[in-house]
């Protein structure tokens, strides 16, 4: 569903499961770091809100959306994650560099779900401009981190 037509920080909260006996490990760009910084604040409050001890709940950082997928591989390794979130932000630029990097994130992603035993919640945002991923990271189209929490939470469950 286009997020024009949804809230990405609306939701159902009796349909999330109790996340008080969760570990959860986020793995956030630096670049674009306004952005990314609002999508991780939007992770940790929602898992948070639904039970995570901020204890169980370990955040690394990457210098830039590319190296998400290293960094998800290496959280993947630690048996005490119920899910992993990559959080990053890719603004298309003049450049196919844009397209590169959103292909070989996107793929990445993908196969760390298919070869891993934990959920890994894609949460990257592709936008053409800096306005897009802002109204995505808390603004008029509310917070993708929200909803990758709520995702992590859920597939956890799964």
């Given at each position: 569903?286009?997020?024009?037509?949804?809230?990405l920080s609306e939701y159902d909260f009796s349909k999330?499961?109790?996340?008080s006996n969760m570990c959860f490990g986020i793995v956030v760009s630096e670049w674009n770091?306004?952005?990314?910084?609002?999508?991780?604040d939007g992770a940790v409050k929602t898992l948070e809100k639904h039970g995570t001890l901020p204890e169980n709940i370990h955040v690394k950082t990457v210098p830039?959306?590319?190296e998400l997928v290293y960094g998800a591989q290496q959280m993947c390794k630690n048996d005490g994650f119920d899910a992993i979130i990559i959080l990053g932000c890719v603004?298309?630029?003049?450049?196919?560099h844009f397209d590169y990097i959103c292909e070989?994130?996107?793929?990445?992603?993908?196969?760390?779900?298919?070869?891993?035993?934990?959920p890994v919640i894609f949460g990257l945002l592709t936008t053409n401009d800096l306005e897009q991923a802002v109204e995505r990271s808390g603004g008029k189209f509310?917070?993708?981190?929200?909803?990758?929490?709520?995702v992590a939470?859920?597939?956890?469950?799964f």
């Open positions: 569903m286009a997020t024009s037509l949804h809230n999330v499961p109790d996340a770091s306004k952005v990314t910084g609002a999508l991780l830039g959306s590319f603004v298309r630029g003049d450049t196919p070989g994130v996107t793929h990445g992603i993908s196969y760390l779900n298919a070869s891993q035993n934990i509310g917070n993708k981190g929200d909803e990758c929490a709520v939470i859920k597939m956890a469950k």
